[in-house]
């Protein structure tokens, strides 16, 4: 009888010890990991679409995105209050100094795809192309032919003229700038002689239904330039553009992965990098850095 209590006790407490290390292993596997992740908003759309693949395979770990200018973006990255940011450009190599020396690991970059800057106009403007030369000239105050104009004065248009014509402020003060995109274009709905500066993104995806229908208001204006044998090229921004670098105005986008010790960040680099992301950006009307395999299938 005594055998019978003790062996019936033990049993027992087998079946408790083996249901609550169960349990604890669940919440382990059902517990969700979150990666903070700053995306320059004007890749808000592009970003989402990568999330929503990404968590459709990675069920434990969720992306939470934080759509801001990219001043705000590198100084949260600075302040270790993201894990990664996605931004159209390198670091400096002075803020990766910073980052070096505040963490004690530099921050990883990944090029993960281009974008590049369209130049827009009214529909009706009988401006067809600009120039390189009359692009750079304008912040000289020797082109009065038109008016360029940005979505925000924090925008990585603004950066990106200023380092490829080397600008100062003073000169950068002679462009305009509205609060959002949507000022923008009611801006270039009314005068035939703004040229608006925008992402590529935001018109990339010709078969999205509003897409078509912004394309209809705006024209996407060529832009001129000598190549290195002095050969006259006028081109339109465009996946086979940037892809073949034809196209003068060309940024990448990168993922930086500022806080290593975050697991979860190697886990979207890996994702990011590899075919499945690397089509979608391709669908989606951009150019991947690498440009995944062609899928062939054949059926009896």
Request: glycine fraction near 4%.
């Amino acid at each position: 009888m005594k055998i019978s209590v003790l062996f019936l006790t033990s049993f027992l407490c087998f079946i408790v010890f083996q249901s609550c290390n169960n349990t604890s292993r669940n919440n382990i596997v059902s517990k969700k990991d979150i990666l903070l992740i700053g995306v320059d908003s004007a890749l808000n759309v592009i970003v989402n679409e990568q999330k929503k693949a990404f968590e459709n395979s990675y069920t434990n770990l969720t992306l939470s995105l934080s759509n801001l200018q990219e001043e705000e973006l590198i100084k949260r990255l600075v302040n270790n209050t993201l894990n990664c940011t996605v931004i159209q450009r390198k670091l400096t190599d002075n803020e990766v100094r910073y980052i070096t020396e505040k963490e004690g690991n530099p921050p990883k970059q990944y090029v993960i795809a281009y974008n590049a800057l369209a130049l827009i106009t009214n529909r009706n403007s009988d401006i067809q192309s600009v120039s390189v030369r009359e692009a750079q000239q304008y912040f000289n105050n020797t082109n009065p032919n038109f008016n360029l104009v940005f979505e925000n004065s924090k925008c990585q248009a603004i950066s990106y003229f200023k380092d490829r014509f080397n600008l100062n402020n003073e000169q950068l003060s002679k462009a305009y700038s509205k609060n959002n995109f949507q000022e923008l274009l009611n801006y270039v709905g009314k005068d035939l002689k703004v040229i608006g500066v925008i992402p590529f993104s935001y018109i990339a995806d010709t078969e999205n239904p509003k897409t078509i229908e912004l394309l209809k208001n705006i024209k996407v204006l060529n832009i001129n330039y000598q190549d290195s044998a002095g050969k006259l090229i006028s081109i339109n921004p465009s996946q086979e553009s940037i892809t073949t670098k034809l196209y003068p105005f060309i940024m990448p986008i990168v993922l930086v992965n500022g806080n290593l010790e975050v697991k979860s960040g190697t886990t979207f680099v890996n994702y990011i990098l590899k075919d499945r992301a690397q089509r979608l950006f391709l669908k989606l009307g951009l150019t991947p850095s690498v440009f995944p395999g062609r899928e062939v299938r054949v059926k009896n």
